[in-house]
């Protein structure tokens, strides 16, 4: 609630310091990174959740961190490569990219430590990183340093991350080796379902974004950049508990034949509460973002309510993917969650195309449309399974 609390209220003081096209050309090129990064990551944080307490003595943990090198030097590379053909190669681009690779280290460590369920000394770390980078973020643009503060903010959120995580013992020293081609092809094994589950995620928002820019240009995909960032906020709030921990609990502290009930229990819960949030949403937004960001940013309006499906979807089709992903099935969620995905995202793409003066509008339709039918297309799936039994 705390992190959520303050990204909205940074955020709203950020807009009223930088310009559409600022937000729009750093959503362009997180969104650059990010599909690298997509392409290249081998979720190491995951595979630590779910290995064995054997998999992670000192000889079998340098498997991991062997893996995390790689990921490194290939993300890091790939980047750079990539911002220079785009000729998006500048200061805060780089930030960025060095920043998102520190984060890999770090989310292996805090991976390690979730292990043992300490959520409070977790909570308090990440939520002091998240205030602090955040105040950073609006101190640094009040006092003149413009839009670099968006690629710095997460910078100083790892700073403190690590810093954090130090003081309560959280910090393992991992060995430093390279994995023999035996050991790539065991990770690799294990890697397939959260490579490709982790890359349509990446993608499905990402290609949004570089889409829009193409089409629509860095002001309206400022416009979708801030209307997404609202809605998703009710997802902030939920994901800690409707995927973080429920990925957590499903894996190691829930006997199988107890998963689905569970798992209806917590969409049931979910529906409901997200239902009227997202009910409020759309009867306020009209009177309330003008007033909070200024009428120059009305625009978002139209986009926000569009995106009434992601305010409900979107963390349901989180604890979905928790519950396939404890039980080894993600290639079932890949199919037919990703799949609704990315067929609602397609027409909606498509008709952007043909109508490109209303492009924002269509693809917050388009990403709205592919949470709920994702949620809606796995939950199918797992009752499915469940009566087969």
């Given amino acids: ?84 053909v785009l000729d998006l190669l500048t200061f805060g ?10 984060t890999t280290w770090v989310n292996a460590e805090v991976k390690l430590y979730e292990r043992g369920f300490e959520y409070k000394h977790i909570t308090y770390i990440e939520t002091s990183a998240h205030l602090l980078s955040r105040l950073f973020a609006v101190a640094g643009a009040f006092f003149g340093m413009g839009a670099l503060v968006l690629y710095l903010r997460k910078a100083v959120q790892q700073v403190v991350m690590i810093e954090g995580l130090r003081r309560i013992g959280g910090l393992v020293s991992l060995p430093v080796r390279w994995l023999s081609v035996q050991e790539w092809k065991e990770h690799f094994r294990k890697l397939r379902g959260f490579w490709t589950d982790g890359l349509l995620e990446r993608m499905f928002d990402r290609i949004t974004v570089m889409m829009l820019g193409w089409v629509a240009g860095e002001e309206e995909t400022g416009y979708f ?32 034949d107890k998963r689905y009930s569970t798992l209806v229990r917590g969409l049931v819960a979910e529906a409901g509460i997200l239902t009227i949030v997202a009910s409020a949403a759309w009867l306020l937004a009209d009177p309330i973002i003008p007033w909070l960001f200024g009428e120059a940013w009305s625009s978002v309006i139209p986009l926000l309510l569009a995106m009434t499906g992601v305010i409900i979807g979107m963390p349901m089709f989180g604890t979905v993917q928790a519950y396939f992903k404890s039980k080894n099935k993600l290639g079932q969620f890949v199919m037919w969650g990703r799949g609704a995905q990315y067929v609602m995202i397609s027409v909606a793409a498509v008709i952007a195309l043909i109508y490109p003066v209303n492009a924002g509008l269509f693809l917050s339709s388009g990403l709205s449309a592919g949470f709920v039918g994702g949620a809606s297309a796995t939950w199918g799936v797992a009752h499915y399974q469940y009566k087969r039994k």
Wanted: charged share 15%.
């Fill in 1 to 84: 609630m705390v992190r959520a609390a303050t990204a909205f209220l940074a955020n709203l003081a950020l807009v009223r310091l930088l310009s559409p096209e600022d937000f729009g050309r750093f959503a362009i090129i997180q969104a650059d990174i990010s599909l690298v990064g997509a392409i290249l990551n081998f979720h190491t944080g995951p595979l630590l959740v779910q290995a064995s307490e054997e998999e992670l003595e000192s000889p079998y943990l340098g498997r991991y961190s062997g893996a995390l090198i790689a990921e490194t030097i290939l993300v890091g590379g790939g980047g750079i490569v990539t911002l220079w």
């Fill in 93 to 102: 681009a780089l930030v960025l990219l060095i920043s998102s690779l520190v």
């Fill in 225 to 256: 950049y801030q209307a997404r960032r609202l809605a998703i906020t009710p997802n902030q709030v939920f994901s800690p508990f409707s995927y973080r921990m429920a990925f957590n609990y499903f894996s190691n502290r829930l006997p199988e």
